[in-house]
């Protein structure tokens, strides 16, 4: 799996809000959360890869097809940036990963064989317990 991933900046749009969480007074004065916008459809993803990408980020997208990312892990704006940039790129690292497909596959005969003599044994001691008739 590729580790590097590029994101062309023309894809990108972010906007700064001011975030809960830690700060004090400075909270209500900054704004350090960051929302990163990706647009998926404008992106030079393969047709594949961006459908897997929805299918992994469907909570956050919005109605126009923009992937949202959110970050305000800490309370400087550009580190959140950069943490935001890093979410994205995790998200799209998991979309370039290609599945197994799953293949079916039978129980082998032996074990068919060893589960129904298994059943029949617990059967016939079950049976064994049972109230005699010569009693």
């Known amino acids: 799996m590729n580790e590097r991933v590029v994101i062309p900046a023309r894809h990108l749009s972010w906007s700064a809000a001011r975030s809960g969480g830690p700060g004090g007074q400075n909270v209500n004065k900054v704004s350090s959360k960051v929302d990163l916008r990706f647009d998926v459809e404008a992106s030079e993803l393969s047709p594949v ?15 126009e097809g923009f992937l949202l990312v959110t970050s305000q892990l800490t309370r400087d704006q550009p580190r959140n940036l950069d943490d935001a940039r890093e979410k994205l790129a995790e998200l799209i ?10 293949r079916p596959t039978k129980p082998s005969r032996g074990s068919v064989r060893r589960r129904l003599d298994d059943k029949q044994r617990q059967s016939a001691k079950k049976r064994d317990r049972g109230a005699r008739g010569d009693e």
């Not at 890869?49 to 109605?63: F, I």
């Not at 690292?93 to 799953?102: E, I």
């Open 93 to 102: 690292r998991q979309a370039l990963f290609v599945p197994k497909t799953r």
């Open 49 to 63: 890869v961006k459908m897997r990408l929805k299918t992994l980020a469907r909570n956050r997208l919005d109605g």
